[in-house]
């Protein structure tokens, strides 16, 4: 979608300005022209909106705040589906990012730091309490206003405690710097997982810097579950050592040791709080609404009082004295008795006439004819004239057109008397329905839209890198296309992303599980075997060949070496240098093993000089000699 600034979106928002753009959605400023209010608009971008994952997502994260109401945390106003984009509308906050902030001014005071903190553990621990994990508390999603006042946003990760179950072992998303352990590993997490994540967060304000640094999300995720933390108290004089404490139970890798929730961690920082003077905490109000009458006193002492009115209704005048004269007469009168007789004649004279009818109708019969394959219209016609009745009932056909007689229930040729009932049975047409759009849907959910259409789904299959496995990428009849009920769909099934295997050997078994979980892989089993190449706890095979394509999810089975590893051998390197003793060279000599490429001696010689060196070789490996950083000698041990 173009960009929207300026534009009436959805005839309601007046587009101003755009606030940021993210990998999968556009955020965008607007003036709510019904309710003349400022708004966020968090658009998700065209690519994605047939991916059912990120659909979710933007669904999930209103459901998530839909159960939630604090003041540190940004309200929903709507999420919908309109002029081709799914939209979540937002509470507006004039300010900026707390990453934006910690750039600007980090590292932070302490106690600017613990005001903000706080409020986001008041916002956690409400979130907590409704049973709603974020999984993603980063200081991108957290917002500062004009006022200092912290707002949490970006619920799109965040998941119900009663919908954990539902959660896919591979599912990693979220930022690395801040993901928990039980994340990476692709474990169920729990609340904890969001005070691991404050944790680093709190020590990113004190600190200005990132508990885990690394080159690559592969490195960064293996310091979170190798790594060590160092206290930010010895990175940041000003920070108390008890202040310093905590961050690091926060951080904890083993979330059992961790504070279990944000209700926990709020109580011992407002112990910490009580024990030290040195860290204070801006306490936060709350406005309240007053109260009608004086407020819960008086509404409590005041017992409701009940009103009951009743109505009454009169006759006018007129209807009184119009009705005298029936009211004033017993039943027994003349009136009343002249009346009876007139209807009891009648009532005899008509049934007479039936019955004389009938007597005389019974006594005629008529011929059927042949109505299939007739106009309706002309078919009763032709009942009416024979004096018939008929009735009428309809089905779809293939083989007749719309308003065509296509069944009768009594054949042609047979006698039936007058006034009998002929059941007709005309047909509809084809049956068809507008085809409903099942891109994206799984085959079981495109079965239940479809409905009783009686349709057959034809499918094949195909790798992509945009659709989930086992969601539909393309169907045909279109969406809109008229579909003649019986027909066949044709749809396009994804198989899931296509991934190229990694070389996992030489890793260690760490290493080589997250690198896995990152590329959308999972861990099979792990078996040991004895090497003498690779040392203990490292990966010295797998189940498929490096290279080979593998779908997005599977799992690739790791052989670990037991031990005991490569055997350390020597050996002597000799080398003369070109004749000239005024002439002179540098020498190195570089070592290639099992342990990596490391430089075993280097210096200055004299041409003609003869070099002996020993060096040492874990395992197999080469030995090269340079000489002015040309390679003159190259040997592979075994």
């Known amino acids: 979608m173009s960009n929207l600034v300026g534009t009436l979106f959805n005839d309601r928002y007046q587009v101003l300005e755009v606030l940021g753009s993210g990998g999968t959605s556009v955020v965008y400023k607007a003036k709510d022209i019904l309710l003349n209010r400022l708004v966020t608009i968090k658009i998700l971008r065209e690519q994605f909106a047939r991916d059912e994952k990120f659909v979710s997502r933007f669904r999930n994260e209103a459901q998530a705040v839909a159960r939630l109401s604090h003041p540190n945390i940004v309200s929903i106003y709507d999420v919908a589906f309109a002029e081709g984009v799914h939209y979540l509308i937002m509470e507006y906050v004039e300010g900026g990012s707390l990453k934006e902030y910690i750039d600007q001014h980090g590292p932070l005071p302490v106690d600017e730091t613990l005001d903000i903190f706080h409020q986001l553990l008041n916002a956690l621990q409400h979130a907590h309490e409704n049973n709603v994990i974020h999984r993603d508390i980063k200081p991108h999603n957290i917002l500062l206003d004009v006022k200092h006042n912290v707002r949490v946003t970006d619920f799109g990760l965040a998941v119900t405690t009663t919908n954990l179950t539902n959660q896919t072992n591979n599912d990693v998303m979220g930022s690395v710097y801040y993901m928990s352990p039980e994340q990476i590993k692709g474990e169920q997490i729990t609340a904890a997982t969001d005070t691991y994540s404050a944790g680093l967060l709190l020590y990113e304000m004190l600190c200005h ?184 009932s309809y089905a779809y056909s293939t083989e007749y057109e719309k308003d065509i007689v296509i069944n009768q229930n009594i054949a042609e040729g047979q006698r039936v008397k007058k006034g009998r009932f002929i059941e007709l049975t005309v047909s509809q047409g084809k049956q068809t329905f507008v085809m409903p759009q099942i891109e994206g849907m799984t085959l079981s959910e495109a079965n239940v839209t479809l409905g009783n259409n009686r349709v057959q789904l034809q499918t094949t299959e195909t790798v992509s890198d945009e659709v989930p496995a086992g969601r539909i990428i393309s169907q045909e009849p279109k969406q809109g296309e008229e579909v003649a009920a019986g027909s066949v769909i044709s749809v396009v099934v994804s198989k899931g992303k296509e991934i190229v295997v990694p070389d996992l050997r030489g890793r260690t078994e760490d290493d080589a599980m997250v690198y896995l979980v990152l590329q959308g892989l999972t861990l099979g089993e792990t078996t040991r075997q004895e090497s003498f190449e690779y040392e203990e706890g490292f990966v010295i095979g797998q189940s498929l060949n490096p290279g080979d394509p593998i779908l997005e999810g599977n799992s690739i089975d790791l052989v670990v070496s037991s031990g005991p590893g490569p055997q350390s051998k020597t050996a002597r390197v000799s080398y003369t240098l070109p004749s000239g003793e005024d002439v002179t060279y540098t020498l190195s000599i570089e070592v290639t093993d099992i342990k990596g490429t490391r430089e075993e001696y280097k210096n200055q010689h004299h041409g003609g000089e003869t070099i002996v060196r020993d060096v040492t070789i874990n395992g197999s490996g080469t030995v090269k000699v340079y000489l002015d950083g040309d390679v003159v000698y190259n040997q592979d041990i075994t």
Not at 210 to 238: C, M, W, Y
Not at 327 to 338: G, L, N, Q
Request: charged share 25%; proline share 7%.
């Open 209 to 392: 810097r990132r508990p885990f640094t690394g080159d690559s999300a592969v490195e960064i995720a293996r310091q979170h579950l190798k790594g060590n933390v160092t206290p930010p108290h010895k990175l940041n004089p000003d920070i108390p050592t008890e202040l310093s404490s905590f961050v690091m139970k926060a951080v904890r890798r083993d979330k059992q040791l961790r504070f279990a929730d944000a209700g926990q961690m709020l109580a011992e920082f407002r112990a910490m709080q009580n024990r030290s003077r040195r860290v204070r905490v801006k306490p936060i109000i709350i406005p309240v609404s007053p109260t009608v009458g004086g407020g819960p006193a008086d509404a409590a002492d005041e017992e409701p009082r009940k009103v009951v009115v009743k109505r009454h209704m009169t006759m006018p005048e007129t209807n009184r004295s119009g009705f005298a004269l029936f009211r004033d007469k017993k039943p027994t009168s003349a009136f009343y008795i002249i009346l009876f007789m007139i209807l009891l004649v009648m009532v005899l004279g008509f049934s007479g006439f039936s019955i004389l009818r009938s007597i005389w109708n019974e006594n005629q019969e008529v011929e059927v004819k042949q109505y299939c394959g007739l106009p309706l219209e002309e078919a009763v016609a032709l009942i009416a004239a024979d004096e018939l009745q008929h009735s009428i």
